[in-house]
């Protein structure tokens, strides 16, 4: 069985401080893809990045990167220099063949990032 | 550009209407889903679909049904619409074959 886990609920951080939102994940599949997602208070879910099993090369984009561990089942976001844009609820996902070309997403419950400023 | 639009932003109903939410993305995706969000318990799937007219359960399709008749066009249905169904709906699409899922703005539903 496929599983997430954002074990952070909330986060608060000042306005500039870098911060890691942590994603543990469990598959017995060989080959996966990880997924972040953005959630602002408008309620859309914005996709960021996805990652598959078998690079495991940390990803930069602007202040935001990724730092993937196979060893550890770890798939952690971090935000330098945060921004008061940054606020919203952050999903991690891990994607999973369901049949007939489909693939399911289980996701984790979500960590409520706030960037005081 | 990525468009998925869903009928209502927010909805309000009654214990015991029949409830309609739509879906309709633009990009000629095949695979469609819907997830109610809840606090605490993240997005859980309800239906997805992967065709017209085909259909599959989720994690909790208990009280919803749907309807692909149009490829673009994925709808949920509350059958009789309860006060635990108060939720926000999440619709998504992907192309065939990919996994990266595409949401739309979501609609809060309250049931009174």
């Known amino acids: 069985a496929q599983k997430v886990t954002q074990a952070q609920t909330e986060i608060s951080v000042v306005e500039k401080e870098d911060v890691t939102l942590d994603c543990v994940y469990e598959t017995r599949d060989t080959t996966y893809y990880l997924f972040w997602y953005k959630q602002p208070p408008s309620g859309e879910l914005v996709f960021l990045i996805r990652?598959?099993?078998?690079?495991?090369q940390n990803e930069i984009s602007g202040r935001y990167s990724w730092n993937f561990q196979k060893s550890t089942s770890s798939f952690n976001f971090t935000i330098t220099a945060s921004q008061v844009v940054d606020s919203a609820v952050y999903f991690c996902?891990?994607?999973?063949?369901?049949?007939?070309?489909?693939?399911?997403?289980?996701f984790g419950k979500g960590t409520k990032l706030s960037v005081i400023p | 550009d990525v468009k998925v639009t869903q009928s209502s932003r927010y909805l309000v109903k009654r214990t015991g209407e029949k409830v309609f939410l739509e879906c309709v993305q633009d990009m000629d995706h095949e695979n469609m889903f819907w997830y109610r969000q809840d606090p605490g318990l993240g997005l859980r799937l309800i239906y997805f679909s992967y065709d017209v007219k085909m259909k599959e359960k989720g994690d909790i399709p208990e009280g919803y049904s749907v309807s692909r008749e149009k490829k673009e066009r994925f709808s949920l249905i509350l059958e009789s619409a309860s006060t635990n169904q108060t939720s926000m709906y999440l619709c998504?699409?992907?192309?065939?074959?990919?996994?990266?899922?595409?949401f739309g703005p979501g609609t809060r539903l309250t049931v009174l």
């Open positions: 998504a699409s992907t192309p065939p074959s990919r996994n990266t899922q595409y």
């Open positions: 996902a891990l994607s999973s063949y369901s049949g007939a070309g489909s693939y399911q997403l289980t």
């Open positions: 990652r598959n099993s078998f690079d495991e």
